[in-house]
């Protein structure tokens, strides 16, 4: 049985002005994507700007995030690292909070072989029993999961049950699901390509745009589940302007930005990140208003 089937959200961290996580906002930004139809909330990952956090802050925050959530909606805690000890220490912290599930991106830096993110992943199950989603996104990692190590994956690693697909090859998307054949659960890792992915056979979508727009990229997936395609186009189409303006800058300065402009954070981001260039935030602000999004 899939973790969940539809829009989640790869949620953002909220800081306040002292770059502190502001735990309380946390908690406003959990019942604010129970209100607005997000299937699954995914709290720690890159948009939540993890790879800046202490192991301590980490971990409090999906404590307080499975705590808010209260069994309403599924959470799934980023528990990756280029260390695989450490991925088990954090999954095996992460599951005593409850989660629904973990998603683990694959090693950065290292640039291991295929065989070693086999061997990852399964030393990291081998510790845990909460399932896990594998996340590919060569262009943050610089190591890619061929389709037939996931497919790989998925039949021999007990825990490994899905895979968040941000390498942006629609092509190998399509090897993937014709190698897995339904062994694997698909999700998108971009926003621009949900309804591809989906035709291929994903499930949803792990989404950053999500955090702004949650009810429509909740419909985009329910619509294609309900068989209305036409309708589930219209809605990836009308996104793609508002997509490019979310990845005008790295991953999470602009969706920061927005979710300050909608006054759901202040808008802090930690360093390295820095604040959103301001022709680049006019373009976000443009995308924004042509989009509908009210602020």
């Known amino acids: 049985m899939a973790i969940f089937k539809g829009s989640g959200v790869a949620l953002v961290t909220p800081f306040d002005e002292n770059y502190q996580v502001d735990y309380g906002q946390l908690r406003k930004l959990v019942d604010f994507h129970v209100e607005h139809k997000t299937d699954a909330i995914i709290v720690c990952g890159t948009s939540g700007e993890s790879a800046t956090m202490s192991v301590e802050e980490h971990l409090e925050c999906i404590e307080v ?89 998925a039949k021999e690693i007990k825990n490994v049950v899905a895979i968040k697909e941000a390498s942006g090859n629609i092509s190998q998307v399509a090897e993937l699901a014709h190698l897995a054949d339904g062994c694997i659960d698909i999700y998108s890792g971009n926003d621009d390509q949900i309804l591809p992915l989906m035709s291929l056979g994903g499930i949803g979508v792990i989404s950053v745009t999500a955090n702004i727009i949650p009810d429509d990229t909740h419909d985009l997936c329910q619509k294609f589940f309900d068989g209305d395609v036409k309708g589930s186009l219209e809605l990836q189409l009308k996104a793609i302007d508002l997509c490019k303006a979310l990845f005008c800058e790295v991953n999470p300065i602009p969706v920061k930005k927005a979710t300050e402009l909608m006054g759901l954070t202040n808008g802090v981001v930690r360093l390295p990140l ?22």
């Open 65 to 153: 995030v499975a705590e808010q959530a209260n069994g309403r909606i599924p959470v799934i805690a980023g528990t990756g690292s280029n260390d695989t000890m450490t991925a088990i220490e954090l999954s095996k912290e992460a599951e005593k909070c409850g989660v629904d599930g973990l998603l683990m991106v694959t090693p950065y830096y290292n640039k291991c072989t295929q065989g070693g993110l086999f061997k990852h992943y399964e030393k990291v199950s081998e510790a845990i029993d909460t399932p896990i989603i594998v996340y590919n996104v060569p262009s943050r990692t610089g190591c890619n999961i061929l389709p037939a190590t996931a497919v790989k994956m």
């Open 274 to 295: 820095t604040e959103m260039e301001p022709q680049n935030a006019e373009k976000l602000i443009k995308a924004m208003r042509e989009y509908g999004i009210q602020f």
